[in-house]
């Protein structure tokens, strides 16, 4: 079809004031969530070294007795253990200058909000990967060393299954400080799983709640034998489809339910060889005064402002908690 001549057309060189179409919104596609920290307790700290206590009975004994009127024969006691962790310093500093602040912007009214948001939320997911860490030890503070915290790695000393020459060092008083021995990866499999669920129970009397694996480990703990079947009544009438089940997000073993977590960080190099069995209840993060926003010195024609966080891990009960590491990623 021939074009008329002389039509005014927006492709026109001349053709002036058409608007852009950006949407008003603005979509952030990485991961945000913190399930594991969002599921812990929230404590203050108020020193640089959060401390707390730990302490268990004595082995039962069936023969115990005395004769009628014997005098009493004192018990053997023994003291608490004193555990405890580094804070570490979660930071991050933004700056805007006034006139990106100012200007008229799509999907943010203004850009120092925008970006204080973006920065909390990453400090959120980096004590994630923190608590989630499966080497990461704790570092005292010095005038010229950051304090550290100790991550899951070196404070699940309780039940860890290794393979190989690993090993996770024995904690019984002060920081986590000492590095996990490296062993020889080999395969995620429902034996490993049954023996650190039956592990937790039989040290601390406690039903494990939460399995956290990274995707790969998910998709084999849902090919395990009897975890997920591979069909399910279809309901609806005779041209209704059926649903099948490739997964599972509850697994029912010996020692009580466990819900079963893929955590995207585990995905992640030097943290996708381990799997954690938790029991929340004993897990609490002790924060020092909470996030803080502090305005820093204006410097130039800008707005810089400093967001910290000073927190470490508590691990309450190591015996109630349990990693399986030295899987094959």
């Known amino acids: 079809m021939t074009i008329p ?16 179409d950006l949407l008003d919104i603005i979509f952030n596609t990485s991961p945000t969530e913190t399930p594991i920290t969002s599921a812990m307790g929230r404590v203050t700290a108020t020193s640089d070294f959060h401390e707390w206590q730990t302490d268990s009975l004595s082995a039962v004994d069936p023969a115990s007795k005395m004769v009628e009127g014997d005098d009493a024969t004192l018990a053997v006691l023994t003291g608490t253990s004193r555990l405890g962790n580094h804070l570490q310093t979660f930071n991050t500093a933004v700056g805007v200058s006034r006139r990106a602040n100012i200007i008229k912007k799509a999907g943010r009214a203004t850009e120092m909000a925008y970006q204080k948001s973006k920065a909390m939320l990453q400090m959120k997911k980096n004590i994630e990967a923190m608590v989630l860490s499966p080497t990461q030890v704790a570092v005292a503070a010095t005038v010229s060393v950051a304090g550290q915290s100790g991550g899951l790695g070196v404070q699940c000393v309780s039940n860890p299954l290794h393979n190989g020459a690993g090993a996770t060092a024995a904690w019984t008083s002060g920081a986590p400080t000492v590095a996990v021995t490296a062993g020889t990866n080999r395969t995620w499999t429902k034996t490993l799983l049954d023996t650190a669920c039956q592990n937790v129970f039989t040290t601390s009397g406690a039903f494990a709640e939460m399995l956290v694996v990274s995707p790969n480990h998910k998709s084999l703990f849902s090919a395990f034998a009897s975890v997920a079947q591979n069909r399910i009544d279809v309901k609806g009438g005779k041209n209704a489809q059926a649903t099948i089940v490739g997964g599972a997000e509850i697994y029912l073993s010996d020692f009580g339910g466990i819900s079963v977590i893929p955590h995207y960080i585990l995905a992640g190099a030097g943290f996708n060889d381990t799997a954690y069995l938790l029991n929340t209840d004993y897990l609490d993060l002790a924060f020092l005064d909470g996030f803080v926003t502090s305005d820093l010195a204006k410097t130039g024609d800008s707005d810089k402002v400093l967001i910290t966080a000073d927190c470490c891990l508590a ?10 590491t030295n899987l094959t990623p």
Request: overall charge positive; proline content about 4%.
């Open 315 to 324: 691990v309450r009960a190591p015996t109630a908690q349990a990693k399986i």
């Open 5 to 20: 001549t002389n039509l005014w057309q927006k492709t026109n060189t001349g053709f002036k004031g058409n608007r852009e």
